[in-house]
DNA sequence: ATCGTTCTTGATAGATCGCTCTAGCGATAG
DNA sequence: CTATCGCTAGAGCGATCTATCAAGAACGAT
């Protein structure tokens, strides 16, 4: 598995976070053990001890952060490379669901899972998962400002887009079908287009 | 342990659908144990697997399918109760909004989490929280059709409603703010109201 | 009263969980 | 060389998990 060629392996320490992500992402929290983890890491046991003495609950805080700031850059990107911001929603829609269906369904919001498991059974992940959130409100909240939409309506526009894409992620997983991103997306791109002013009606 | 009282008490197997409905929706399907379920239902251990033989996968499609049921038809009541779909829509956020506050932001979806977990790794469960999201497309669809709205534009603003309510679900219980169900709600009810004409402009 | 069925009961098996612990490797400093 | 330090390495602990099992209580039918 490993081979171990010397030539830019990422570090332990960065292993055992993307196999976390991606494991936790997939199976929840609770529903990875960390021996899965360093398995797919290809890592040793104690090292997850060495670099998290906090255990599993520091190493989730660490991976919710981290795949949290991955993810809001993932939507600045697209918001930055489309010509108008209802491009840019649409876009970010289109290329979720792209991943989506390329994942065989797996891959959506990285903390979601997470952040619902823990919810109310463990706070200081759950607070891990807010700091996230109100992350990318603020993230979008300031792309749609700058795109000339008021500060209230910018921050209830992001909050609306992100409940859509979270909740059509949680539909469209059960229901492997990308409808559900596809009708949230297009209703976002209404909402943004008609607080623009009327620039691109969209066809919703 | 049992005893007691003679009058009314709802049977052994009622009692654990009802208190793993309960833990599943705060704690996930793997965060919960059986042992856990049986002591919150006051149920003797083996009766689990008399009355679910396929052990904790079975219990979780009972309890699934049980609770799904049960929050359909909470939408249905208060779309029907409702003078029209854009306060009835309305009315159904809010309501949700005031259940997360009552329970400490615990009792949102019943079954979110258990779908967000069982995505990709349980496809028995996957099933069963497929075909719940299913009939409330149905359920929904056939609401706003009756309304007035066309087959295809009541599907799409049925998804859009899930979508908005689940996602929004989520970044309230990780916030512990209801302005997620505000904002959501508010959309869709502006949608719901467009699609119907405007008879209803809301203040959205 | 005797049987058969349904349901209750909890001890226990076997696996896995998060976590601790000690030992050792390899590179650098004195 | 020896000493130190960051990291690797995995055996093993107690707890907990799902699941099985055998025995007994409750109850209707005959």
Redesign the pocket.
């Known amino acids: 598995m490993n081979a171990g060629p010397a030539t830019g392996r990422p570090?332990?320490?960065e292993r055992i976070v993307t196999a976390g992500a991606e494991l936790f992402r997939r199976q929840g929290y609770?529903g990875?053990?960390?021996?899965?983890i360093v398995a797919a890491a290809d890592?040793?046991?104690?090292?997850?001890?060495?670099?998290f003495?906090g255990?599993?609950?520091q190493l989730g805080a660490e991976v919710v952060r981290t795949s949290g700031a991955a993810y809001g850059r993932l939507f600045t990107a697209a918001m930055e490379a489309a010509p108008d911001p209802v491009t840019g929603v649409r876009d970010f829609f289109a290329g979720a669901a792209r991943t989506l269906v390329e994942t065989g369904y797996a891959d959506a919001c990285p903390i979601a899972t997470l952040a619902l498991e823990v919810a109310s059974t463990n706070e200081p992940l759950r607070q891990a998962t807010a700091e996230v959130f109100t992350g990318w409100i603020t993230l979008g909240t300031a792309a749609f400002a700058a795109a000339g939409i008021g500060a209230r309506p910018a921050r209830e526009l992001t909050i609306v887009l992100l409940a859509a894409l979270e909740g059509a992620f949680v539909l469209a997983r059960a229901l492997r079908s990308t409808e559900p991103l596809e009708a949230a997306g297009e209703s976002v791109a209404a909402r943004a287009s008609a607080l623009l002013g009327s620039p691109d009606a969209g066809r919703g």
């Open positions: 570090s332990t320490k609770t990875t053990g960390l021996k899965q890592a040793p046991f104690g090292s997850v001890y060495h670099f003495p255990g599993k609950e």
